[in-house]
C-alpha cells in the first residue's frame, strides 16, 4: 500500500486491519484516484472495491479534513450499512466522522447529524433525498463535497433512482471526483464512459461471470409439495460437514418469513433478511449472522448484491434465482 502513494497512517490501517497487499482493484484505482481521475471499476464482490475508493478519499481527508469531504451512495440499507462500517474501520486513526442515513431510522436524528457536516456521508439516494427535500438548506452541507461515490453503480443507475439522483446532484458541486464501482458492466455505465470521452479512468478484473474453480454446484430435483422437507435435510446434514454458514435465497417475502417460521419452530438457528422486517430487525440480523452467533440466514434479494461475508461456505437457491 505505500507504494501506492498513500499516507502512512493509512498504511498502517490496513496493516492493522490485515490488509498487507493491495488487490488488483485496489492497486489500479487508487493511483489513478489520488492523482484526481474519476474512476470506474468494475470487479466481483469480494475484491476489494471499498477500500479502492475509500483510501483515497481518507488520504485527501488527512490532509483537509474539514467539511462534508465525501458522499456515498448504495442501492440498500444493507449495503450502506457495510460500508459506513468499512468507512468507520479505516478511518479510525483519523476520529473519522461518518454518518449512516438510510431509512428505517429517525429521519430527525439523521438531518441533525447532516448539520453537524461529518466528514462522510453514506446513503441509499431515497433517504437523502428526502432529508434535503424536506429541509432544503441541508443542501449547503454538499456545497464544498470532494468526492461522490456510486457503490453497485449499475443499481442505482436504474431509472427507479432518477427522481432521487437529480434531487442529489443538484446539491453537489460540478467540481468533483466520481468514482463508480460495480460487480457488473450495465448498458447504463457502458455509456457514461462513452460520454466521458475517456477522460475517466476505466478498469475491469474480468470478463464476464466466472466461476470459481473450487466452487461445487448442484441442483436438485424436488416436488413442490414438501420441499421445505428437503430443505430442513441440507440444513440438517450441513451440521455434520465443515461448512461454517449458508444463505437460503427465496423469490418472496413471505416464503421468507415462512421458512424463519418453520427453523424457529424446529428449533434451528436461522435469522431473515427481507423488505417486512424493519431497518433494525434487518441489521440486527445481518450482524448475528455474520458474527457467526446463527448459522444461517434466509434472505430475498434484498441480501443478493454486494455483502461481503467471507464465512459463507454454502449458498442454496430455494427458488429459481
Not at 441533525?112 to 438548506?137: C, E, M, Q, W
Not at 468533483?176 to 475491469?204: C, H, I, V, W
Request: net charge neutral; proline share 5%; with cysteine.
Amino acid at each position: 500500500f505505500a507504494d501506492l502513494g498513500l499516507s502512512q497512517w493509512l498504511v498502517d490501517a490496513c496493516e492493522a486491519l490485515g490488509m498487507r497487499r493491495p488487490t488488483a482493484v485496489q492497486r489500479r484505482c487508487i493511483p489513478r484516484a489520488l492523482a484526481g481521475a474519476d474512476v470506474l471499476g468494475i470487479a466481483e464482490t469480494g475484491s476489494g472495491k471499498t477500500a479502492a475508493f475509500a483510501l483515497p478519499i481518507l488520504h485527501r481527508l488527512g490532509e483537509d479534513p474539514y467539511g462534508v469531504a465525501a458522499l456515498a451512495l448504495a442501492p440498500t440499507r444493507e449495503l450502506a450499512a457495510q460500508l459506513a462500517e468499512q468507512f468507520r474501520a479505516l478511518g479510525a486513526p483519523l476520529g473519522l466522522r461518518c454518518l449512516a442515513a438510510i431509512g428505517g431510522f429517525d429521519s430527525l436524528a439523521q438531518a441533525k447529524g447532516l448539520s453537524r457536516r461529518p466528514h462522510v456521508v453514506v446513503a441509499t439516494p431515497g433517504r437523502i433525498a428526502t432529508l434535503v427535500k424536506n429541509d432544503p438548506d441541508l443542501a449547503k452541507v454538499f456545497s464544498r463535497t470532494k468526492f461522490l461515490v456510486l457503490d453497485e453503480a449499475d443499481r442505482i443507475l436504474d431509472v427507479n433512482f432518477e427522481e432521487e439522483l437529480r434531487v442529489i446532484f443538484g446539491c453537489l458541486p460540478k467540481k468533483r471526483q466520481t468514482f463508480l464501482f460495480s460487480a457488473t458492466m450495465s448498458d447504463n455505465l457502458r455509456s457514461l464512459l462513452e460520454l466521458s470521452g475517456n477522460k475517466s479512468y476505466f478498469f475491469e478484473a474480468y470478463e464476464g461471470f466466472k466461476t470459481v474453480e473450487t466452487l461445487k454446484q448442484q441442483y436438485i430435483h424436488v416436488p413442490p409439495q414438501g420441499k421445505e422437507l428437503h430443505l430442513w435435510h441440507l440444513l440438517s446434514v450441513m451440521k455434520g460437514d465443515p461448512i461454517r454458514s449458508a444463505i437460503v435465497f427465496v423469490s418472496t417475502c413471505k416464503d421468507c418469513q415462512y421458512l424463519d417460521l418453520l427453523l424457529e419452530e424446529l428449533r434451528y438457528p436461522a435469522v431473515a433478511l427481507n423488505s417486512h422486517k424493519s431497518q433494525a430487525q434487518r441489521l440486527s440480523a445481518l450482524n448475528r449472522f455474520k458474527s457467526g452467533q446463527v448459522p444461517v440466514l434466509l434472505a430475498t434479494d434484498v441480501g443478493s448484491r454486494g455483502l461481503d461475508i467471507q464465512t459463507v461456505d454454502l449458498v442454496i437457491n430455494y427458488d429459481m434465482p
